[in-house]
């Protein structure tokens, strides 16, 4: 019994450490894959409507982000969502968590 007793708190230890800590809030948008040139990286626009400040109307912004893509399996074209993360390289801040949809291809 007493070694039981010895191990159960070891054991909670170790899965403490294994599990991960939830990040703070981290933004997500929705764009358009502009370029996948680059190796593992993709380059997403992503527009929105913005009032302007002066004539109260609203414009569209545009907006570039280079995203981090592991596999290279996103194309120009795909709708996508990206999510920040921690700096991965000197310009990317972002890496792409799922593919929403692709264009028609006829």
């Given at each position: 019994m007493?070694?039981?007793?010895?191990?159960?708190?070891?054991?909670?230890?170790?899965?403490a450490?294994?599990?991960?800590?939830?990040?703070?809030?981290?933004?997500?948008?929705?764009?358009?894959?502009?370029?996948?040139k680059?190796?593992?990286?993709?380059?997403?626009?992503v527009?929105?409507n913005?009032?302007?400040?002066?004539?109260?109307?609203?414009?569209?912004?545009?907006?570039?982000?280079?995203?981090?893509?592991?596999?290279?399996?996103?194309?120009?074209g795909?709708?996508?969502?990206?999510?920040?993360?921690?700096?991965?390289?000197?310009?990317?801040?972002?890496?792409?968590?799922?593919?929403?949809?692709?264009?028609?291809?006829?």
């Open positions: 007493a070694t039981n007793e010895a191990n159960a708190p070891a054991a909670g230890q170790a899965q450490e294994t599990e991960t800590k939830p990040h703070g809030f981290r933004r997500k948008l929705v764009g358009r894959v502009k370029s996948n680059c190796d593992k990286t993709v380059v997403v626009e527009v929105r913005a009032p302007d400040p002066v004539y109260k109307k609203y414009v569209r912004a545009r907006e570039r982000y280079k995203a981090h893509d592991e596999k290279n399996e996103y194309k120009v795909d709708r996508v969502e990206i999510q920040e993360h921690r700096p991965i390289s000197r310009e990317k801040r972002w890496i792409v968590t799922k593919l929403i949809s692709r264009p028609v291809e006829e």
